[in-house]
């Protein structure tokens, strides 16, 4: 799930709204009490000072009631507030409730904004939602279901919304439906390449190596022109091989020729991509325990030697160009 905090520019974004709704109508001086709030309270949720930005947005709530961006910085402070390593403390539970409440609200307040900054603010009320009910917080996987449902039927061709009920079935248990959501995110827009990743990670976690690589090869041939699509391959392949000890030898050394595979592919893309050289160096070495020809063995290794040697090499430059990079700024 996302992360909890909001990014700066999208709060700069919004505060236009309050502006402009302050230049006219009946409650024009409430509402430019409220924008005041509301800036302030921003200023404040950039810092980190959650509790002090709480005051701030119920200010402008208190003059402008129909401001659903507040709602959702609102929550989203409370949300922030909460601790997982507290849970079980009411004053540090109650947190979560305020969250849910006024996530819920921004939902309501939202819904049909024509400002441009509306449905994204929404979607975001939704998602924060979504995230409060699972299983490291609320943990009620029944009341969040069908707020998914609903965020899918706003926005039915949105892979992200099937992929956090996916996400939520698979935090409670429910493989079958987690998967056909990771799937059905795939189905409504197949040409995303992000959406395989998403399921190669379910795969992953669910142990399943060969729909893992099978989901990561989607994503490949989808980015071909991508050489961290295909280099992400690499070490799943090498790590199989190695830690793997019930693979039979031959299919142990199958994921290991691809694995160089797709290395020299990722390297034939980005002939400077330090990673991919130094995980192919790690599967040359692999390479060379099946062989039995020590002459080639030590070809291999040689080979391996060199490339390590121009990764770090490359390691080291392109750190010390960034690095140079940022005291440039």
């Not at 302030?40 to 005051?55: C, D, F, L, R, S």
């Not at 279901?145 to 992929?163: H, K």
């Not at 299919?251 to 130094?278: Q, T």
């Not at 080979?303 to 121009?310: E, G, L, T, V």
Request: proline residues 5%; contains cysteine; hydrophobic residues 35%.
């Amino acid at each position: 799930m996302r992360s909890r905090f909001i990014p700066v520019l999208v709060l700069f974004s919004i505060v236009g709204l309050s502006l402009t709704i302050a230049a006219c109508g009946k409650y024009s001086i409430s509402n430019l009490r409220a924008t005041q709030a509301f800036q302030t309270a921003n200023e404040q949720y950039k810092k980190g000072e959650y509790k002090i930005a709480i005051e701030e947005y119920e200010h402008a709530i208190k003059f402008n009631p129909d401001l659903g961006y507040a709602y959702f910085f609102l929550g989203n402070c409370y949300d922030n507030l909460f601790k997982s390593t507290k849970k079980g403390d009411p004053e540090n539970d109650a947190n979560l409730t305020k969250a849910v409440d006024n996530y819920k609200l921004a939902i309501e307040k939202l819904k049909g904004s024509t400002d441009p900054r509306g449905p994204e603010i929404r979607k975001l009320a939704f998602e924060y939602l979504i995230s409060a009910y699972g299983a490291d917080k609320l943990n009620d996987i029944e009341k969040a279901v069908p707020i998914a449902q609903e965020l899918i039927a706003s926005e039915p061709n949105e892979p992200t919304n099937y992929q956090a009920l996916g996400k939520l079935y698979e935090e409670n248990g429910r493989y079958d439906e987690a998967e056909a959501m990771f799937k059905k995110a795939i189905e409504v827009k197949p040409n995303d390449p992000l959406s395989y990743e998403v399921l190669a990670g379910y795969y992953n976690r669910q142990g399943n190596f060969e729909k893992t690589m099978e989901a990561y090869e989607k994503r490949a041939t989808m980015e071909p022109n991508n050489p961290e699509a295909w280099h992400q391959m690499g070490p799943y392949y090498s790590e199989k091989a190695m830690k793997d000890l019930k693979l039979p030898k031959e299919v142990a050394k199958k994921y290991v020729m691809r694995g160089l595979e797709v290395e020299d592919k990722a390297l034939s893309i980005n002939p400077e991509f330090w990673s991919a050289m130094a995980y192919k160096n790690i599967l040359l070495r692999q390479q060379a325990t099946y062989e039995k020809d020590p002459a080639k063995q030590k070809e291999l290794l040689a080979q391996a030697d060199q490339i390590r040697a121009k990764s770090i090499e490359l390691q080291k430059k392109q750190n010390s160009e960034a690095g140079g990079t940022k005291k440039g700024k």
